[in-house]
């Protein structure tokens, strides 16, 4: 039930997204949301021609996964709860994501995709392989997300504005390192070689997730990106270059995957890797019917890979395995999935008359459009990986549904929930190619956003006999000779050695930190002073080439100077000479007094107040406190001594050297006359230090009076444990 009710938010949003796809022309729904007005960092979203093609893919089949996941989990199953919820928020976040149109929004967007999809990876957290798989996932995303923070300053500073609308290309030295950045977190969250090592290890989470972030949703994060920033970054002699050589790695590495497995699921996830290489190559290319195609190629793949997904995962939960050198027989005891698998797998490779054939036409006449070493490249990667596509296609049909020598395998009763969903989108990659025309007014509009160029393409139901037709059908035979070749003489599984270089590293990383942890938290709490104490130190350093000996003077009265030499003398007798609690106390309020003194001095009575009091809660404190303790510390030799004082000295002079810095080298002018007004009229009181307090650093003193009441209780525990071990021991 739970799973039918989370299906309602993104049937919305699925008719919203129709709505402003068939709609009238006009300007695109937009949304801003302040987020910290005085950093002018806000929430803007904005449904354009993309983001609403993108919305309808993540709504759609979100829909469609969440009525599958209702079949595949089964009345009884535990955990649909927390499932739903988390792959819920998964789909908010990837509409986030998608409607982002500031770059502040599109980075908190793109971070809550990689934790959500963490969730769901490891959703069967019992699993040792799906936990690791999802940290392994975890891991490479964030690190990409990191990537591409810094890349969006770089690109926000150099453009002058965060909005992605309004950015205009940008070049120079800090554009081309900002189009590198931005490629690298792509390539990290489309799963582009060599960041495609989380990808088929997220092949262990359920198969609804598979189908899910798979086909429309997290892989296609990456190819959004590129396609989003192109405008701005692909004038940049780092985007075409890059861009094309992740893609083209990625489009033959990954169909080489897919061809050496037997796990159908691996296949269709090296397969993703291959065809999403195969967009990062057109967008990158950036020409008009470039982008045109591999627009074109986010909607088609979208539909036959969820499809796909699905009816592995049927035949997972009906037949006990997705091996498919262990199914046998299952063409004709489950003749719907084998129909299903039939029309997808055919759109996949390319095959009228299908959604996916135009696509593939499209993008073989891009390449054949292009000149020089730029058409031999991206045609190399459009056809090779094409014909890659078809022999994988080719050996996962045979292997799913054709013959076999082996008994046929055993199949539980259908599941009508898991297979409606999949047998809808076979129907839709035939009906696309049907309605053509409606696809097309849904891929042009978002195209033309990306390269206005794209504006005189169009998917074409029949090219005729042409170049780009003939090497299609070139592409299909050649494929599918390569599919019944590696299927009848099949190539040894490869292992994960990139996955292992992965964990590897990650658990080489984590040792590392705990034998740093294990020497530097020992709980030697004068070690932890001194560490600290010199970093203090250290940090301080730089500040001794920036003062001004003219801003340094000794005192205003010099009353000032007789009281700062009680309180050295007290601050020394405290931490060198002291050998009773009491006496220690006694000397650590005396400096507390004499600063009192100070700020009276100064003119400033209510700190004066403020201090003594402090300063008396804390002694009575500690002599309640360390009367519980014995009256002198421990034994300490001279050698300790001296370095406690050595160590005060320091840090004494580590923040005097700061503040003479800060002294010499002021920052405009402080605006007094500002804060004394709005003291009257905003704050509602006198005093500017206490408006200034309670009022315009109202959470700093909130934070101080939290940190103070903590330590009051941890003192108060402190005392109450020697007390109870006192009466123990009486």
């Known amino acids: 039930m739970v799973l039918r009710l989370a299906a309602i938010p993104p049937l919305v949003s699925t008719v919203v997204a129709l709505g402003v796809l068939l709609g009238s022309s006009g300007d695109a729904p937009s949304l801003d949301v302040s987020w910290v007005p005085g950093l002018d960092l806000e929430f803007v979203f904005q449904i354009d021609s993309l983001a609403a093609l993108m919305t309808l893919l993540v709504s759609g089949i979100g829909v469609l996964v969440f009525v599958y996941a209702n079949g595949y989990f089964g009345p009884t199953a535990a955990g649909t709860g927390r499932f739903a919820t988390t792959l819920l928020a998964f789909s908010t976040a990837m509409l ?12 908190v967007f793109w971070e809550a995709t990689s934790i959500t999809s963490f969730l769901l990876v490891g959703h069967k957290s019992v699993d040792a392989a799906a936990r690791l798989a999802a940290r392994r996932a975890l891991l490479i995303t964030a690190g990409g997300g990191l990537a591409l923070l810094a890349g969006l300053l770089i690109l926000a500073d150099r453009a002058g504005t965060t909005r ?8 120079g030295t800090a554009g081309g390192v900002a189009a590198a950045l931005v490629l690298v ?20 989470a359920p198969t609804p997730v598979s189908a899910y972030l798979h086909s429309a949703t997290m892989v296609k994060a990456g190819v959004l990106l590129v396609a989003l920033l192109g405008p701005a970054l692909g004038e940049t002699d780092v985007w075409k270059p890059v861009g094309i050589g992740f893609g083209l790695l990625s489009a033959f590495w990954g169909a080489i995957g897919a061809l050496r497995h037997t796990d159908a699921k691996l296949i269709l996830a090296w397969g993703t890797v291959s065809q999403l290489g195969l967009m990062i190559v057109l967008l990158s290319a950036g020409s008009g019917k470039a982008v045109f195609a591999a627009v074109s190629l986010i909607l088609a793949h979208a539909v036959f890979k969820a499809a796909l997904f699905m009816v592995v995962g049927e035949i997972d939960v009906r037949a006990g395995t997705r091996d ?35 696509a593939k036409e499209a993008a073989i006449e891009a390449a054949l459009k292009m000149d020089g070493l730029e058409a031999l490249v991206v045609g190399f990667a459009v056809i090779g990986g094409s014909v890659l596509t078809v022999a994988y296609t080719v050996r996962l049909l045979l292997g799913l549904f054709g013959p076999s020598d082996q008994p046929a395998t055993d199949i539980a009763d259908r599941r009508p929930a898991m297979a409606f969903p999949s047998a809808l989108l076979a129907v839709g990659s035939v009906l696309g190619y049907v309605f053509l025309g409606t696809v097309n007014s849904l891929v042009r509009p978002a195209a033309v956003q990306v390269q206005p160029e794209a504006e005189v393409y169009y998917l074409l139901r029949w090219p005729g006999i042409t170049t780009a037709f003939l090497i299609s059908v070139a592409i299909v035979v050649a494929g599918s000779t390569v599919g019944w070749l590696v299927f009848r003489r099949p190539l040894g599984v490869p292992s994960p050695v990139g996955a292992g270089v992965v964990d590897r590293g990650t658990d080489g990383v984590l040792s590392v930190a705990r034998f740093v942890t ?7 709490l004068p070690v932890y002073m001194a560490v600290m104490a010199m970093t203090v130190i250290v940090a301080a350093l730089p500040f001794a080439f920036d003062v001004e000996p003219s801003a340094i003077y000794l005192w205003d009265s010099p009353m000032q100077g007789v009281l700062a030499v009680v309180v050295v003398g ?34 400033a009575p209510d700190l004066a107040l403020t201090q003594l009091l402090v300063e008396t809660v804390i002694v009575v404190g500690f002599v309640l406190g360390l009367g519980h303790l014995t009256r002198r510390f421990p034994s300490a030799k001279a050698g300790w001594r001296l370095l406690r004082l050595v160590v005060s000295v320091c840090v004494g002079g580590a923040v005097a050297l700061a503040l003479a810095s800060s002294a010499s080298n002021p920052s405009g002018v402080p605006p007094l006359e500002d804060l004394t007004v709005a003291a009257v009229d905003e704050g509602g009181g006198n005093n500017l230090v206490n408006v200034i307090l309670t009022d315009v650093r109202a959470l700093d003193t909130l934070g101080e009076v939290v940190v103070l009441a903590v330590a009051a209780l941890g003192i108060l525990a402190l005392t109450e444990s020697g007390r109870s071990r006192k009466e123990e021991v009486a």
């Not at 294990?518 to 030697?524: F, K, L, P, T």
């Not at 650590?588 to 003119?603: I, N």
């Open 164 to 171: 992605l609308d309004d950015m205009g290309p940008v070049g």
């Open 185 to 204: 977190a792509a390539a990290t969250k489309s799963a582009q070689f060599p960041f495609h090592v989380w990808l088929p290890g997220a092949m262990a």
């Open 518 to 524: 294990g020497r530097v938290q020992h709980g030697s």
């Open 570 to 603: 007290a601050a020394v007798l405290t931490s060198g000479m002291a050998s009773s609690r009491l006496g220690a106390a006694l000397g650590l309020g005396s400096v507390g007094v004499a600063v009192s003194g100070l700020f009276v001095v100064h003119g």
């Open 324 to 358: 498919i050198s262990a199914l046998s027989g299952l063409g004709s005891r489950m003749p719907l999935a084998a129909m299903v698998a039939v029309v997808s797998g055919a759109s996949m490779a390319g095959v009228p008359p299908l959604l996916g054939f135009t």
């Open 96 to 107: 986030g994501l998608v409607w982002a149109d500031s770059v502040w929004t599109l980075f």
